[in-house]
Nanobody
């Protein structure tokens, strides 16, 4: 089985920073694209940032461009999201997502973490 475990969420004041991590473990052969999503109360889950398997290409939703940075450490099977200049509207549960090939399978599966709460408030 495969697990994605997020960490690093918490309460931060407007203008502050947080770094989220997402560690993948289990029966992993390789990890393709990875992404961060978020879901605020009463809203649909939205894609925040995306990164390719090599990390050479990234993309962001417009509202976080210039403030958030997605990165990955393939040796550690870990995804990161550095969040700077946080705003109250960034408050949400943040989820990591990954397309993972398991050993013994010829097709990837899409996996989700359990989510980590980020609250931006004074």
């Amino acid at each position: 089985q495969v697990q994605l475990v997020e960490s690093g969420g918490g309460l931060v004041q407007p203008g502050g920073s947080l770094r989220l991590s997402c560690a993948a473990s289990g029966n992993i052969f390789s990890i393709n694209a990875m992404a961060w999503y978020r879901q605020a109360p009463g809203k649909e889950r939205e894609l925040v940032a995306h990164i390719t398997s090599s990390g050479s290409s990234t993309s962001y939703t417009d509202s976080v461009k210039g403030r958030f940075t997605i990165s990955r450490d393939n040796a550690k099977n870990t995804l990161y999201l550095q969040m700077n200049s946080l705003k109250p509207e960034d408050t949400a549960v943040y989820y990591c997502n990954a397309d993972i090939f398991r050993r013994g399978f010829s097709y990837p599966g899409k996996y989700w973490g359990q989510g980590t709460q980020v609250t931006v408030s004074s």
